[in-house]
Nanobody, 124 residues
Framework: QVQLVESGGGLVQAGGSLRLSCAAS????????MGWFRQAPGKEREFVAA????????SYADSVKDRFTISRDNAKNTQYLQMNSLKPEDTAVYYC?????????????????WGRGTQVNVSS
């Protein structure tokens, strides 16, 4: 089992940057594909980005492509989401997730473990 804790959220002006971190417990972090999802008020949770267990494969939602970068450090049991050129529509709770999927998962149901989320607010 994996326990996930997100950090790095906060309030930023449009055009600014934030870096989210997700620290994972356990010694098998490197065997999990990892992902980020977000949920805005009144909306369903949506896929943001994912990375394979090796870090070689990544995938992004069209809405964040070229602005967000997902990465991981298996030695530190941590994954990251670098968010640049932030927009007010990026405002949401961001969730870290882990998956046993062998590849780059993008479906919600592919992820078995979830953090509690970190709030990101982007002001206009």
């Amino acid at each position: 089992q994996v326990q996930l804790v997100e950090s790095g959220g906060g309030l930023v002006q449009a055009g600014g940057s934030l870096r989210l971190s997700c620290a994972a417990s356990g010694r098998t972090f490197s065997s999990y594909a990892m992902g980020w999802f977000r949920q805005a008020p009144g909306k369903e949770r949506e896929f943001v980005a994912a990375i394979s267990w090796t870090g070689a494969g990544t995938s992004y939602a069209d809405s964040v492509k070229d602005r967000f970068t997902i990465s991981r450090d298996n030695a530190k049991n941590t994954q990251y989401l670098q968010m640049n050129s932030l927009k007010p529509e990026d405002t949401a709770v961001y969730y870290c997730a882990a998956s046993r999927f062998d590849g780059v998962p993008k479906m919600y149901r592919s992820f078995a473990y979830w953090g509690r989320g970190t709030q990101v607010n982007v002001s206009s």
